[in-house]
């Protein structure tokens, strides 16, 4: 059998080291392509010299000459910025590209994937966020699939095998809720950066541990499922489920629900979307309802955490709104993350930059790169008026 050929964007990352576990545990069925970082050389070079793809990108120009000298002897191609890693995606040998990169970055390279007719293996969900109409048209266009590797979303895919000729009547995305779930605004206040940073149950990148923290990840994946299961905002639902075991559900037209479970490991979405349509198998630890006699389910307190209303409206008003929201929600959980603005200061940012950035109706790809400039700047010129640091 041909080995699938992978490309994996931000291969450093959380998912990106993840996905490369479930390949040296398949290597029978997949031969990495092209490995990709930001800034992390050490941790790409390592990478490189045990997969040995064909080609490395490294975003930043500074690490490039580390990387380079290190995988001079081996037939490895070494390439830098941001034009080679929109590039590298459209090599012959890929099959499929995961995107785990974080971010905005996310956005060209997947359009470049697609264009070159690869398919996607999603995990970067801040594309979506911005720009899901236009990527999901250009892979109908293209007949690209759009494989979900967020745990939530490959719930639902899973759920929906087999049931092409039925219709959904709603899915319910489930959400731990976060490191301060119950707690009040009068708290969130004071809360630092290192106690957002832990999250109850998912070891992941700072970006979407913060996101996960405000709820706004919630709302990133309300936006994401749109687009990816073409829904009504409607449609979507968020119940808190504290212990994440049960991964997100689908109700049909009948009122029949499936769910998907399993502990909470992101090596299974990510190995359903490297493996679809096959299940592969694996040791990962198995799920056991006695470990787990108590499941519970809360409403979301969308009062206390603003964010992921903020994304149900940007979902309803549509054009580039949810676009002006990741951008805002980038600059001000990067600034969080550098202790320059509070905890709340994130919601109230995306809130003036929601209403103050010119709204676009169907916005173009020109459109998109604009709105995100444009909303970037706003909000670093409202981060630098901020009282906290
Ligand atoms: N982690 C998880 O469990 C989950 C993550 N996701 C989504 O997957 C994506 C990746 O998340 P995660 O792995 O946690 O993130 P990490 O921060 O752990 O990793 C990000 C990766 O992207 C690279 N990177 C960072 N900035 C850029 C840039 N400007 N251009 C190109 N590459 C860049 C990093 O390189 P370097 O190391 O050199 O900085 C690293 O390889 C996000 O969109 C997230 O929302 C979705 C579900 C679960
Ligand atoms: C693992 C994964 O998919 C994350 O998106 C996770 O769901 C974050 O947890 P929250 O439910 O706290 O946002
Ligand atoms: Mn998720």
Known sequence: MNKKGIAILGSTGSIGTQALEVIAANRSLFRVEVLTAHSNARLLIQQAQKFKPKTVVIGSEKAYQLVYSALAELPIKVLCGSEALAEVVEHPGIDIVLTAMVGYSGLLPTIRAIEAGKDIALANKETLVVAGALITRLAKEKGVRILPVDSEHSAI?????????????????????????????????????????????????????????????????????????????????????????????????????????????????????????????????????????????????????????????????????????NAANEIAVEAFLEDRIGFLEISDIIVTAMAKVPFVKDPSIEDYVQTDAATRDLALSLIANSTVS
């Open 157 to 325: 895919f899973q759920c929906l095998v087999g049931e092409a000729e039925n219709s959904i009547e709603k899915i319910i995305l489930t959400a731990s809720g976060g490191p301060f779930r119950g707690k009040d605004r009068a708290y969130l206040a004071g809360v630092t950066k290192a106690q957002a940073l832990k999250h109850p149950n998912w070891t992941m990148g700072a970006k979407i541990t913060i996101d996960s923290a405000t709820l706004m990840n919630k709302g990133l994946e309300v936006i994401e499922a749109k687009w990816l299961f073409d829904l009504a905002d409607s449609q979507i639902e968020v119940i808190v489920h504290p212990q994440s075991i049960i991964h997100s559900l689908v109700q049909f037209d009948d009122g029949s629900m499936k769910a998907q479970m399993g502990l909470p490991d992101m090596k299974l979405p990510i190995q359903y979307a490297l493996g679809y349509p096959r299940r592969l198998p694996s040791d990962f630890p198995r799920f056991n309802f006695l470990d787990y006699p108590t499941l519970t389910f809360e409403k979301p307190d969308m009062e206390t955490f603003q964010n992921l209303e903020l994304a149900f409206l940007a979902l309803k008003k549509g054009g580039n709104l949810a676009c002006i929201l």
